[in-house]
């Protein structure tokens, strides 16, 4: 194996000194000169028409600079670019009518908060109640309430996607498995609000700066809204305080800030309040997961069919690649010759549901994994041999046409089992009322179809100078959004010229100064944006060679750069310092400046990638990851409440970059599953949010995680870049059901749905 | 002549509607997040030791937060790193000793400026005095004190350079002529004073935030004062009122800045109020310039010897270049085959002489231009015939080695004198008191000899990026003072792409995100940098071109770019947009973006370059500028004041890029030639200065500006970008000359010294 010097280290974040010592600057703490505060006006009704909206008595409030409404900003509507058939049906303020508690109605901009929150009570909105629906399958009922024109049964978008020949399975099957899962809503819970500051130029310009994932396609989408050529648009990214999905879009809040400082000509900001990052920031999809699967004797899967309801809310945002993910993730991790996977996103009148942390996975996997636990006790199987059995391997290629390059699943499954005692424990613990249980999950790494594709169809980009003095600027398109992406760049640019970590300055979150990405999200990064990186980097690298090798006599290939040094491969006396190498090849080059370019994109058919979010096929990401995660559960019999003792959780993650960071990853991912099988439940009732706040929207605390073992499983990916492929994401998903699993294992009783409530399992116990 | 789209046109500076609204960030309008006020202490004394230096009662202060002697700086001190050997002998807080009143001597920082202010009259310093020298020929006296160890004489450098053999020349003229004259100190009064703000990372980088012209050469020496490597160093210029060489070099405030950041662990401002921008922050050069010069009968000059003393005050700085940059001047702009020019610098105890608009070229070419309307006088000989007799032109290589590549000399007198009416009027007008008077000059279009010399020796460096969104981002090392940088160099690129100028981002003004510049000085902006930028734009458009021919099945030769279209000469239906072409070069090239790079260098000999600072010979510049100006005047034989009825201004800047500013520029210098000759003189007794304020620095207001007429005189030069020369220094000189002229022609009085004063035309009345 390689030895890198920087690649592969525990190194601390670029940024943690600042973000511990509290002097990191988010959005909310830029003051801007003569900045306004914004509030937004939102509906109280579900579902209503709005004959008119009255501003006249805010106008003359003292303090009070702009209201406005969809008139000051128009009729085009929001959403993400990722389809080929996009569905922007979202209006950053509301047309004609209002689609669930909390749309936005009018915007205010004011010299104070207190002032901004007075003006909102002086609108006055004229509404028409209409008939709301918020089941999903009422949704879907003949007569039931259009939420949108031209969207036939309130179905927002499908993917059905089918391989081999399904029923022909079932028929061939020794026995055929049925059963309903179900999956209820979760929030973000980034502890940075959603916070945005409009500033609109004298030169015709505007400046959003503001937390996101996706610096780019908010700039596509804000330049559209706001009739902007694109060149008109400039998104500055300050520190993110996390994003989890929520931050991959516009907002209206967004639209607002430049329309409101459009129309008085100062900075305006506006932060949302905890109550509306839970109610108007996107949601995870509540699932319910109709599942079917033939098997044969010895446990051997030969077909399987899902369907999938998706509660998407009022709007689609990014919860358009929704139905496309969910088929992906059902097709991703074991062998299934045939296979007919349908998921169908349904609008209600309900806050919508987007991109979350594992974006569908946690859901599907959900599902899929109680299955398999099913299947495993009616056989008479090990569930953890039953996972060995059909877990996919390198070189496979799936129903659904992912091609498997590297895979780490089986191991990963093995250490997650024998990590727990597996074999000591499972199915002996149940007299102290304890279990022991399994997930697993398989994901992507990095989606390919960009949210607003370039040309050429890529997804990430970089840039390196090299100065004079001996130093680099990366100028990186890949946003930092707490994970650590600045670090990550940095180590991957560092190891490629072989220089120290701190020769290298990095330039993120300006659209202006940085090469394009398609965002942090999809957990893109480390793969796409780590490859730009490293070309960009060995692009330089190749200027300073040849100067290097002109001046030694040596041979280019013989070279290299390690330690902030070039030099004869063996001969570390015979070379030159990075710094003398820039000036050597400045020398050599009339003074041209060095500078390396680097792009990356997947070498696949665009056109394939570009249908993908309707066809369900195709071969979306340069590489897949794979996990398996492992509880052990104590169940109160008289409270209900689950303990989960300890969970092992084995992620192929490639090479890791920073091995730390990648545990901080997995842990953290580990936190959002217990949290999705324990806690976290957004109670909505008639469209109405119940429960948002921290104080009754129940986050796990750290009282509730157990003791913890990451285990790293390290595989070699040839396309990543020094072989790290994702790790983000893919934490979440093994967690419910290895915790539901154990729940089995330890008290007998099967929980279909998430969370896992203390009264579910009272009611199961009975 | 090539009709261009951007170039020629008198647009609005880039940056106008922001300024003009109030809304510009200087860097005094920056609040960062716990900054603090940092204010210096100053020696009250013109030379004396430093005994002790208590500051415990400052630090118990409430709310001082740190307080720095030079034991917290080190002992290493500043200076420009332009020339063979550097003077550098300021330290950023005096060390054993002050050297003048004003003399930085401890720095505090505070919670608020009235508590710094208080802090630091409980600084107790023990000193002993010295005693001191205010003059330059007392200075260079035997047994005068010693300023600075290990200089003779208290000379701090000279240069004396020679062509032919003077003393030759003079045995062969008919006449030969001595004189004496004196110009005396002005100030700057750029209306923003100088302001940094220090900001001590966590990471151990230092960020300055400063108003400066020459972020690259203020980078790299505060890293060397701090003792850091540059890469630690990051120089960020937000909006800059003005520098006039004023700010072209690192001052003991940065260094405060930085080092009571360091301490304190805050961010540190210091603004310097008025009267220490008057005390402390450079002056001119003083001069007493005697001149001596040989001709024939028919006014032909054939031998010239001057000898200038400058009084260079207690430091370097960036006085050093003046005796080399005054040789240049008084061997540019008349053909003299014999001289001999020596300019030497003395050490006083008085603040420091620096870079001042057209730097010693106003009082160089006062004193020659005195001296040919004396020679014309004496010989009969109209002043305009002389000059036009002597002048330069195209052609011509100068004693001390300067190609004239393009000038427009002859043209620029001539029309100067036709538009003030030089033949119905000298010598014609002097019953009523008025006359007319001409005075003229040479410069350069930017030094070759750049403060910090990167290793292919080149003075500007650019690049640009072209957005897929089909805009382009400008990253220029050339620092916007107010002068219009960013409009020139956005126009130059816009130009040379082919696209309108508001399709144009520039990024300027920070060390880690721009190319070098050699600096905002010595007139190199538009040449220097904007053939870097016009380069740079030329080789991304190069890349379009290959995209655009392919598709066009045309040759890349037939192609032209304009109004944001490529397409083939003469055809202009027959190509595609400036962003289609940039997609289509990404497409061909698998998505690499579309990026060019450009730096500019004088092809000269290195070594001749960098020596020239002691050895006065050499071609300094890739080009010359030439200028002259006239002046009608009223004297008021009561009062003696001076009234400047008309003046005329002709100069030569090769093609103007932007008409509008060309003339602001000139209008600007017309202003301070107007303070130099009759109203500004920084008056110093004992080496203190007695005016420190616009109360009593007398700056010209609108009332005392005359009718003006700027005659834009245009070449072709061939190595500069679409032609453009320099203008921003070149019009000050001639200014004073045309006005002591045209004073002797009104009323017969010589004045051979600067600034006029009504008292000095009374006296010599009498």
Redo the contacts between chains.
């Keep these: 194996m390689t030895e890198y010097s920087v690649v592969g280290k525990s190194l601390h974040k ?1 940024d943690s ?2 973000k511990v ?1 509290g ?1 990191a ?1 988010y959005t909310n ?1 830029m ?1 801007l ?1 003569g900045m306004l505060t914004g509030k937004i006006l939102r509906s109280p009704y579900p579902h209503a028409k709005v004959l008119n909206i009255d501003t006249s008595r805010t106008k003359k409030l003292q303090g009070v600079k702009a209201v406005i409404t969809s008139k000051d900003i128009g009729n085009r509507k929001m959403g993400v670019a990722a389809s080929n058939r996009p569905i922007w049906d979202q209006p950053a303020l509301c047309l004609d009518k209002v689609r669930y508690i909390g749309d936005e109605v009018a915007s205010v901009a004011a010299v104070d908060e207190d002032t901004a929150m007075e003006a909102l009570e002086l609108i006055r909105v004229d509404y028409k109640e209409l008939p709301a629906v918020f089941d999903p399958f009422e949704a879907m009922e003949p007569g039931a309430p259009a939420i949108h024109d031209g969207f036939e049964r309130n179905i927002s978008n499908q993917v059905l996607t089918e391989s081999g020949d399904v029923e022909q399975g079932f028929r061939e099957s020794y026995q055929v498995f049925e059963h309903r899962y179900e999956i209820k809503y979760q929030a973000h819970c980034a502890m940075e609000p959603h916070s945005s500051i409009g500033v609109w ?4 310009r505007v400046t959003l700066y503001t937390s996101t994932q996706n610096p780019y396609n908010l ?2 989408i804000l330049a559209y809204v706001l009739g902007l ?3 008109k648009v ?1 998104l500055v990214i300050p520190k993110v305080g996390g994003g989890f999905g929520g931050k991959a879009e516009l907002f209206p809040m967004d639209v607002c800030c430049a329309a409101l400082s459009r129309k008085t000509g100062r900075p305006v900001k506006i932060v949302l309040s905890r109550e509306e990052e839970f109610g108007t920031t996107r949601v995870s999809h509540p699932f319910i997961v109709d599942m079917k699967t033939g098997v044969k004797r010895d446990g051997t899967l030969i077909a399987k069919q899902v369907k999938c309801i998706m509660d998407g809310g009022a709007y689609s945002g990014s919860g358009l690649p929704g139905p496309f993910l969910s088929t992906l993730f059902l097709g991703i991790d074991y062998k299934v010759p045939n296979i007919s996977l349908n998921s169908i996103r349904v609008y209600t009148n309900k806050t919508v549901a987007g991109a979350r942390r594992g974006y569908t996975a946690p859901q599907a996997h959900f599902a899929e994994n109680m299955h398999m636990d099913m299947i495993a006790a009616e056989l008479g199987i090990d569930p953890v041999e039953l996972r060995l059995k059909n877990a996919v391997a390198t070189g496979y290629k799936t129903g659904t046409g992912m091609d498997i390059t590297s895979c780490g699943f089986t191991e990963a499954i093995e250490k997650a089992a024998n990590c727990i005692g597996w074999k000591e424990k499972h199915g002996k613990l149940n007299k102290m009322d304890k279990g022991v249980g399994i997930g697993s999950g398989g994901s992507l790494s990095g989606g390919s179809r960009a949210a607003n594709i ?5 997804t990430a ?1 970089a ?1 390196i ?1 090299l ?5 680099a ?1 990366l100028y990186s398109g890949a946003q930092d959004i707490g994970q650590g992406a600045d670090t990550v760049m940095a180590m991957i640019a560092a190891e490629e010229l072989g220089i120290s970590i ?2 290298i ?1 990095i ?1 993120t979150g300006d659209t ?2 940085c ?2 990405s398609a965002g942090s999200a999809s957990q893109r990064i480390t793969f796409h944006s780590g490859m730009a990186t490293k070309r960009a980097a060995a692009d330089a690298k190749t200027h300073l060679f040849e100067a290097v090798a002109k001046r030694l006599e040596a041979r280019v290939d013989d070279l290299e750069a390690r330690d902030n040094r070039i030099y004869v491969k063996g001969s570390y006396d015979k070379g030159m310092t990075f710094r003398e190498a820039i ?2 090849s ?2 050599d ?5 060095v ?1 390396g ?1 680097g ?1 990356w ?1 997947h070498e696949v058919d665009p056109a394939e990638i570009k249908a993908i979010f309707e066809t369900g096929k195709g071969n979306y990401a340069p590489a897949y990851i794979f996990s398996a995660g492992t509880a052990e559960v104590k169940v109160d019999r008289e409270t209900g409440r689950v303990k989960v003792d300890k969970f092992c959780f084995a992620m192929d993650v490639g090479k890791p970059i920073n091995p730390v960071m990648v545990e901080g990853q997995l842990e953290g991912g580990l936190h959002m599953g217990i949290g999705l099988s324990l806690g976290e439940d957004l109670i909505i009732e008639n469209g109405m949010i119940l429960n948002p706040s921290f104080l009754n929207y129940h986050l796990p605390t750290v009282f509730e995680m157990p003791e913890t073992d990451i285990i790293i499983v390290e595989t070699d990916e040839p396309k990543a870049p020094f072989g790290a492929k994702a790790c983000g994401e893919g934490s979440v998903a093994p967690v419910g059901p290895a915790i539901a699993n154990a729940i089995f294992d330890a008290v007998g009783v099967k929980i279909d749905s998430l969370p896992i409530k203390p009264e579910s399992i009272l009611k199961a116990l009975k």
């Design positions: 670029v000194l600042e010592a002097k600057v703490d003051k000169s130029g004298l030169d015709g700039r596509s050529p694109e060149e400039r370039t040309p050429a169809n890529y980009a840039m100078k100065h004079t003095e001996g130093f600027t701190d020769k300055q330039v202006d100064l090469p394009y000036w050597a400045q020398e080059n009339k003074g041209k400046e500078v370019h792009i994109r």
